[in-house]
């Protein structure tokens, strides 16, 4: 039997003359996991894409288990096997977990859908690999970090032979992350063969057999997952752009004296209790804690969409009442959330009316929209934030996931809040477009305004805060200034209660 499931050789792309593959090369061992790095941009999604019959080829080969396909719908790709997990959620959020699960593959009696035997089925298989989903439920109440394991148990479902995650952990906890790695090493020992995308080094090591890294919709490298180190993978990752460091800089302006935000015994519905704190001009500061220990809940509550049963916010000494998002906009309040995708942006908008979603304000003259501020204003963020596009009129669904992202994050800074809060800002970016986004955020801090940042990654949390707030069970347990954040292992022992 020949070792490798899958071998792509050769492989080309172009989207309207812009070349996004370039004779690309993979393979994939029977029962392994790949995986696949490389920077936003660099063409994973697409590569899984082609290989899945989502996207035609322009050229080169696809062999699976030894026969030359050429899948022309994801259907084709399915009926050998072949399943994915994608980066940008494909379930629906009006239909309910079970509906998803069998979307397109229900049970059926006669000619109805069999509720009960699906319900049943669903529940025993999401029994064998530990995962535990409110089954009635409508997806559009679920968290982010259960929408992915409703995606996931979709892919599970039905048989798959090879198995694509295209960044499945970018919305998921720690113990969560642990749960899918055992979902992986099970599967493996079924004989699946994985296709791991993640811009997670640590997670790459952890869990992958084989590496390969694309840059700029190149091949760079593919080696044994034993024989790389994280920066050698980053090199790779990398090129010869400029290395950023994640070491937190010290602030060149001092943070001010006068109080951004103060927060008195806030009480947030039934998840976060008494917590008081407080943001100076030009100062950031982080929100540190497991899952639910209600990092979320708090600057949710302070954008206006949590309800607040307790408790005084005061904006320059001003008590403030937030009742909804846009008392807290008045205010000078912006929130980035976490799902950026479901709350962010218009897909099929293109990427400068998803700017001006929020801009209304700064580009308006009379009654019409000022296009040319606007698209100065666009011109900018592609800049300043490095978005990898063709251009300002492209419909952002076109834009890779992680650039996606960034839109999201430039339109927020180009309102200019008092107060920005921002929830995984880095979730999906690359190890390049982090440093710079962190940079970004010190640089808006230091103009006088406050951050709020909660991030479930430790070294983002140190590179970045001048303090930090640690979070459990819904109360502030700790306080740590910048001299006490020496290092990761100070705030990972104290998240845990
Ligand atoms: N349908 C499309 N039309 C036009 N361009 C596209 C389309 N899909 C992808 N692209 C472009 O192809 C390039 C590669 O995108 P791809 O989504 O494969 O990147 P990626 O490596 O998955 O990045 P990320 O880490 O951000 O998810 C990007 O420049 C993207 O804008
Ligand atoms: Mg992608």
Known sequence: MNEFVLTMQGIDKQFSGNKVLDQVDFSLRRGEVHAIIG????????????????YRKDGGTVTVNGEE????????????GLRMIFQELSIIPTLTVVENIYLNNEKKKG????????EESAKSFLDRFGIDIPLREKVSNLSVGYCQLVEIAKALSQEAKILVMDEPTASLSDSEVTLLFNIIRNLKQEGV?????????????????????????????????????????????????????????????????????????????????????????????????????????????????RNIKNGVVRMNDKEIKIRNTKDSVCAGIMLVPEDRRREGLILSHTLKDNILITLFGKTKRGPFINERKLSQLSEESIRDLNIKTTGISIPINRLSGGNQQKVVIAKWLKNKPKLLLLDEPTAGIDIGAKGEII???????????????????????????????VLYDGRKIKELGRAEIENEEVIQHAIQG
């Open 439 to 469: 940079e970004i955020i010190e640089a808006y801090a230091a103009e006088g305004n406050g951050v709020i940042v909660v991030s479930s990654e430790i070294s983002e949390l140190v590179a970045m805060c001048d303090r930090i707030i």
């Open 39 to 54: 920077g936003n941009g660099a063409g994973k999604s697409t590569l899984m894409k082609i290989l899945t019959g989502i």
């Open 69 to 80: 396909v050429d899948f022309a719908s994801y259907r084709d790709a399915n009926a050998v």
């Open 193 to 305: 063969s994985i296709v791991y995308i993640s811009h997670s080094m640590n997670e790459i090591l952890e869990i992958s057999d084989e590496v390969t890294v694309l840059r700029d919709g190149k091949h760079i490298i593919t080696e044994r997952a034993s024989k790389l180190t994280i920066s050698g993978i980053i090199d790779h990752v990398l090129g010869d752009t400029e290395k950023r460091s994640f070491a937190y800089h010290a602030r060149k302006t001092p943070i001010g004296e006068n109080k951004v935000v103060e927060i008195e015994a806030l009480h947030v519905e039934h998840l976060v209790k008494d917590v008081s704190f407080h943001v100076n001009e030009g100062e950031i500061v982080g929100l540190a804690g497991l899952m639910g220990s209600g990092r979320t809940e708090i600057v949710e509550a302070l954008f206006g969409i």
């Open 111 to 118: 000619i109805f859908t069999d509720d009960k035997r699906m």
